[in-house]
C-alpha cells in the first residue's frame, strides 16, 4: 500500500472538484477510484453514462506517472483529448491516423513526464518502438477502455485486444483497470480471465436504465411507423435512428426530412468530414435526428437523446442494450423502440450463414440472435429480460411495453402443427424448402402462380390454416423462430425443422403464443407519457 502514502482519497475528490467541476462521486465511482489509486486491479462494468471514464481519469491523475488508456474508438480519441485538455488536464493520444511529428510531440511529452494521459489504440501495443516507449516512462496505470472487444463470445471482439494480456507480463506493478458497459456473465468471466485480473476486484452495478421505456413492435411499414413515433411522441426531440444497411440510412434520413423533421445520415460509407460534421451537428443542435448505423454512437455523449429506435433487429442483446443506452443519459424519461419483423431474422440468418470465420464464431452469432429474438418475442417484461440476461434480478417495471399492455398468450399448437407438418412434407414429399411466404400461402389455401407452379395446391396442407390471417401467421413463424422450433437456412430464408420440432409435431409439447397487442399498446403508451 505504499502508494497511498503519497495518494489518498481525499485527493480524489479534491482532484474531481478542481478539474472536473463536480461535487460528489456517484454510485461505485469513489470505491473504484479508492482501489485503483492504492494500486490495485479493477474490472468495472458500469451502464453506458454511468461515468467510467472517472473511474480512471481521477486515478491517473492522483497517482505519480502516465496513465496509458487502451480504447478503439479512434475517431473520438482527438475529442476526448481537446475536452480533458480544457480542463487543463495534459493528455494526448496515439493512433494510425497521426502523422510522423504529431507522434514525436507525444512520445517527447509521455518521455518527459508532462503527461497526464495517454490515449492508445490497441494496435499500437503489438509495435515494438511502442512498448520501448512505454517502458522508458513511468505508468501510473492501464485503463482498457470497451473491454468486451477482448471476449470472442461478446458480440464486439477485436483481435487487437488479446494481446493486452501481456500489459501484466510486462508490468506487473502498474495496476490495470477494465471497463465495459455491457458484458454478460459468459462476458464477463472472459475479460477477466483473458485479461488475467485474477486479483481484480469487480465492480459490477445495476445495469437498469429506469427511465427508458423499452417497446419491440411488428414491423410492417418501418418509416410511416418511426413517422408516427416522432409526430406523436418525440416531436422537436433529438434521438437516434439505427439502420441495419447504409442504404437504407440515407433513404430513411431522406424520408424524414421530406416529411419536416430534421435529420442526418451517418454511416461509414460517408466521407470522415461529412461524418464528423453530422456528428458534430447532433451534438450541438437541439432536435436533430441521426440515422445511422452502428458505426455511430460509442463514445457520443449527448445527455438529451430522448428516443433511440431501430428500424432493424440488432444482432444481439448487448447491441441492443448499448445502442439503446444512448437515450436518456440525463435521467428523464426516454424511448427506446424496435420495430421488427420476420426478414429481420431471414436476413441475419443469411448473413451468419455467410459469414466469414469458423463454425464456432457462426454458432455464436446464432446464439446471440437467438436471445435478441426472445426477447423480441417475450411476454414478460422487457427489462426484466434484459436484466436477466447480464445476470442481473429484477422485478417487473411497470413502464415497457408488455407491462403496461401484457400481451395475451394463446395456445398455438395446432397453428403450429400445421405448420410444421407443412415444412415437413414439402421436405419429404417433394425434397423442397420454401420461405414464410410460400408456406403462409399454401396454409391459406392461396393459389398464387408460384403454388400452381410448383402444385402445392395438392398438397394436404393446403388451406387448412385459414383460421388466422396472414400476418398472424408470420407472427406464428416469428415465434417459432424465438422459441427454436423452427430455423432458417439458405439465402432464400427456407424454413427448415429442428430437433425440437419434432416434439410439436408429436404432440408431446404445448407451444405458447404472444397475441399481438401492437396498436392498443402504442395507444395505450402514448396515454401515460
Ligand atoms: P460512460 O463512459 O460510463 O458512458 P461517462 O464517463 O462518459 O460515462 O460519463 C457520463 C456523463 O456523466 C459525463 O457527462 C460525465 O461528465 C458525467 N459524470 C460522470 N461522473 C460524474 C459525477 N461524479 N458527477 C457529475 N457528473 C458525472
Known amino acids: 500500500?505504499?502508494?497511498?502514502?503519497?495518494?489518498?482519497?481525499?485527493?480524489?475528490?479534491?482532484?474531481?472538484?478542481?478539474?472536473?467541476?463536480?461535487?460528489?462521486?456517484?454510485?461505485?465511482?469513489?470505491?473504484?477510484?479508492?482501489?485503483?489509486?492504492?494500486?490495485?486491479?479493477?474490472?468495472?462494468?458500469?451502464?453506458?453514462?454511468?461515468?467510467?471514464?472517472?473511474?480512471?481519469?481521477?486515478?491517473?491523475?492522483?497517482?505519480?506517472?502516465?496513465?496509458?488508456?487502451?480504447?478503439?474508438?479512434?475517431?473520438?480519441?482527438?475529442?476526448?483529448?481537446?475536452?480533458?485538455?480544457?480542463?487543463?488536464?495534459?493528455?494526448?493520444?496515439?493512433?494510425?491516423?497521426?502523422?510522423?511529428?504529431?507522434?514525436?510531440?507525444?512520445?517527447?511529452?509521455?518521455?518527459?513526464?508532462?503527461?497526464?494521459?495517454?490515449?492508445?489504440?490497441?494496435?499500437?501495443?503489438?509495435?515494438?518502438?511502442?512498448?520501448?516507449?512505454?517502458?522508458?516512462?513511468?505508468?501510473?496505470?492501464?485503463?482498457?477502455?470497451?473491454?468486451?472487444?477482448?471476449?470472442?463470445?461478446?458480440?464486439?471482439?477485436?483481435?487487437?485486444?488479446?494481446?493486452?494480456?501481456?500489459?501484466?507480463?510486462?508490468?506487473?506493478?502498474?495496476?490495470?483497470?477494465?471497463?465495459?458497459?455491457?458484458?454478460?456473465?459468459?462476458?464477463?468471466?472472459?475479460?477477466?480471465?483473458?485479461?488475467?485480473?485474477?486479483?481484480?476486484?469487480?465492480?459490477?452495478?445495476?445495469?437498469?436504465?429506469?427511465?427508458?421505456?423499452?417497446?419491440?413492435?411488428?414491423?410492417?411499414?418501418?418509416?410511416?411507423?418511426?413517422?408516427?413515433?416522432?409526430?406523436?411522441?418525440?416531436?422537436?426531440?433529438?434521438?437516434?435512428?439505427?439502420?441495419?444497411?447504409?442504404?437504407?440510412?440515407?433513404?430513411?434520413a431522406e424520408f424524414l426530412v421530406q416529411n419536416g423533421i430534421p435529420a442526418v445520415p451517418y454511416h461509414a460509407g460517408l466521407d470522415a468530414r461529412t461524418r464528423a460534421k453530422h456528428q458534430s451537428r447532433f451534438l450541438r443542435e437541439d432536435g436533430l435526428i441521426v440515422v445511422a448505423t452502428i458505426a455511430f454512437g460509442m463514445g457520443i455523449d449527448k445527455p438529451d437523446v430522448r428516443f433511440v429506435a431501430h428500424l432493424d433487429l440488432p444482432k444481439s442483446v448487448e447491441g441492443y442494450y448499448q445502442e439503446t443506452g444512448r437515450a436518456g443519459r440525463d435521467g428523464l424519461p426516454s424511448t427506446a423502440w424496435l420495430a421488427y419483423g420476420l426478414q429481420d431474422v431471414v436476413q441475419q440468418r443469411k448473413m451468419i450463414d455467410t459469414s466469414e470465420g469458423d463454425e464456432a464464431h457462426r454458432r455464436r452469432q446464432a446464439t446471440h440472435l437467438n436471445a435478441m429474438l426472445a426477447l423480441c418475442e417475450t411476454v414478460e417484461c422487457r427489462r426484466v429480460q434484459i436484466l436477466n440476461y447480464f445476470g442481473q434480478k429484477a422485478e417487473p417495471c411497470g413502464n415497457c411495453d408488455t407491462c403496461l399492455n401484457p400481451p395475451e398468450t394463446w395456445d398455438g399448437t395446432i397453428p403450429a402443427q400445421k405448420l410444421l407438418s407443412t415444412v415437413v412434407r414439402l421436405r419429404n414429399e417433394r425434397r423442397q424448402k420454401f420461405g414464410a411466404g410460400q408456406i403462409i400461402d399454401i396454409l391459406l389455401g392461396k393459389s398464387t402462380p408460384k403454388v400452381t407452379q410448383f402444385q402445392h395446391d395438392t398438397l394436404k396442407t393446403f388451406g387448412i390454416g385459414t383460421e388466422l390471417r396472414e400476418p398472424e401467421w408470420r407472427a406464428v413463424v416469428r415465434q417459432l423462430l424465438a422459441q427454436g422450433l423452427l430455423a432458417v437456412e439458405g439465402d432464400y430464408g427456407s424454413l427448415v425443422l429442428t430437433e425440437a420440432s419434432a416434439e410439436v409435431l408429436g404432440g408431446g409439447r404445448q407451444v405458447l403464443l404472444r397475441r399481438e397487442p401492437e396498436r392498443a399498446a402504442a395507444a395505450k403508451a402514448r396515454g401515460t407519457r
Not at 479534491?14 to 490495485?40: C, K, M, N, P, W
Not at 505519480?64 to 495534459?90: C, E, K, T, Y
Not at 518521455?111 to 492508445?120: C, Q, V
Request: with cysteine.
Open 1 to 252: 500500500m505504499a502508494d497511498t502514502d503519497f495518494a489518498t482519497v481525499s485527493d480524489a475528490l479534491e482532484t474531481l472538484r478542481r478539474v472536473f467541476g463536480y461535487d460528489s462521486f456517484r454510485g461505485d465511482q469513489a470505491a473504484i477510484v479508492e482501489h485503483v489509486i492504492a494500486g490495485g486491479d479493477a474490472l468495472v462494468l458500469m451502464p453506458t453514462g454511468g461515468g467510467k471514464s472517472l473511474c480512471y481519469q481521477i486515478p491517473a491523475l492522483v497517482r505519480p506517472g502516465v496513465g496509458v488508456v487502451v480504447s478503439p474508438l479512434i475517431a473520438l480519441m482527438q475529442d476526448q483529448v481537446d475536452a480533458l485538455r480544457n480542463a487543463g488536464v495534459r493528455a494526448g493520444f496515439l493512433n494510425s491516423t497521426q502523422d510522423y511529428a504529431a507522434r514525436q510531440e507525444v512520445e517527447s511529452a509521455f518521455l518527459a513526464g508532462e503527461l497526464d494521459l495517454l490515449y492508445l489504440a490497441p494496435e499500437r501495443l503489438s509495435v515494438e518502438s511502442t512498448v520501448r516507449l512505454l517502458d522508458r516512462g513511468k505508468i501510473s496505470l492501464f485503463a482498457i477502455d470497451e473491454a468486451h472487444c477482448v471476449a470472442q463470445w461478446g458480440h464486439d471482439f477485436r483481435p487487437d485486444y488479446l494481446q493486452l494480456s501481456a500489459l501484466h507480463e510486462r508490468w506487473p506493478d502498474v495496476p490495470r483497470i477494465a471497463l465495459t458497459a455491457t458484458a454478460t456473465e459468459a462476458t464477463h468471466k472472459e475479460i477477466s480471465a483473458r485479461l488475467r485480473l485474477d486479483e481484480a476486484r469487480h465492480f459490477v452495478a445495476s445495469f437498469d436504465r429506469p427511465n427508458i421505456q423499452y417497446r419491440i413492435v411488428g414491423k410492417n411499414s418501418p418509416q410511416r411507423q418511426l413517422l408516427e413515433l416522432l409526430r406523436t411522441e418525440h416531436q422537436g426531440d433529438a434521438g437516434i435512428v439505427y439502420c441495419l444497411s447504409r442504404n437504407s440510412v440515407e433513404k430513411t
